[in-house]
């Protein structure tokens, strides 16, 4: 069959249809803002030209949403999954976990991000030198524990600098700021999506909150402006193999899936599609209005890839990953 027949017969699959975009987290962080953005994008790029509608299952560290694609949702390539860097370290380390990460159909990445540790200015201890002997103990706030950025990197960060800080966790992502405002929490986490995209951003402008650290393979552009200092800089050298084992996580912070086993024309175009979404001016040009983040293409094809060498780790890294992230 050609190519232009192949795609005819997608297209006419597609045509009319709906597509249901599963977005494993709440609303209003980083996740689901570009997921959102991502929805009304694709379907220009799908032959068919097919609608988006976008459900929200927001259960910790993308568990939910990823078992709902893996286990409930029709192998029709009608439903993608959108997942943060959660999703791989929690199902690295676990073993309940009710799906298999090399089986799903991955689609492509869009964002390598980078995660921040940031905190009110009105905080009486402003350093993280000062963290480690305060009066007052910081109580940092977060999704999850399996969340990268908002479990396992400050968790990684309290240890290896001896903060004195508590973690509360099972916050909604809209709720932080809430509790970060009437001063529950002092402090929090997550990506530069959620940040540059939401209030957090806002305040930083107010000067009610700033950023102590980056957490990445490199420093970020965005924040060049606010002399951010990579973590990788500041933790004692024994833990920076630690942070380094974090980063392939992170370089796959927004994936994008299918259930295992849709047709492999259907997956080969939805590939595609991500591929031309990756340079659809537009859809770049609204993700940098509302979040100041460039898009980062991973292909489907080289994110399995990743996966597999992710499923090879040392058992000593996912045992420590899995006691500071449990």
């Not at 999704?143 to 908002?150: L, V």
């Not at 973590?231 to 994008?256: G, H, Q």
Request: hydrophobic share 45%; aromatic share 8%; with cysteine.
């Amino acid at each position: 069959m050609s190519m232009g027949a192949a795609r005819a017969d997608v297209g006419d699959f597609y045509k009319g249809k709906r597509i249901k975009m599963i977005v494993a987290s709440g609303e209003g962080g980083g996740v689901d803002l570009l997921a959102r953005a991502v929805s009304r994008h694709l379907g220009k790029h799908i032959a068919g030209h097919p609608r988006f509608v976008v459900n929200n299952i927001p259960q910790p560290s993308a568990i939910g949403g990823a078992s709902f694609v893996y286990n409930v949702a029709k192998p029709d390539g009608l439903t993608i999954g959108a997942a943060s860097a959660g999703l791989f370290s929690r199902a690295v380390t676990r073993r309940n976990i009710k799906f298999k990460l090399d089986r799903f159909t991955w689609l492509g990445n869009l964002y390598s991000a980078t995660v921040l540790f940031w905190m009110r200015t009105d905080f009486p201890c402003q350093t993280f030198e000062a963290l480690k002997t305060c009066p007052q103990r910081l109580k940092f706030g977060g999704t999850s524990r399996g969340s990268t950025g908002y479990g396992l990197v400050p968790a990684l960060i309290r240890e290896a600098l001896g903060l004195k800080m508590d973690m509360i966790v099972g916050y909604k992502n809209t709720a932080i700021v809430l509790a970060l405002e009437q001063g529950e929490v002092q402090a929090s986490g997550g990506d530069i999506i959620g940040f540059f995209g939401g209030q957090p951003f806002e305040m930083m402008k107010q000067g009610q909150v700033k950023i102590l650290a980056q957490v990445a393979g490199k420093k970020a552009p965005e924040l060049a402006e606010y002399n951010v200092p990579l973590i990788t800089d500041i933790v004692p050298a024994s833990y920076k193999p630690l942070f380094e084992m974090v980063n392939p996580w992170i370089d796959m912070a927004r994936p994008y899936f299918a259930p295992p086993g849709v047709p492999a024309d259907r997956a080969k175009h939805l590939q595609d599609a991500f591929k031309k979404l990756a340079r659809d001016k537009a859809f770049t040009n609204e993700v940098k209005r509302a979040a100041r983040i460039d898009i980062t293409l991973v292909p489907g094809d080289r994110m399995l890839s990743n996966i597999k060498a992710m499923l090879d780790l040392p058992p000593k890294v996912k045992k420590k990953n899995h006691q500071l992230g449990a």
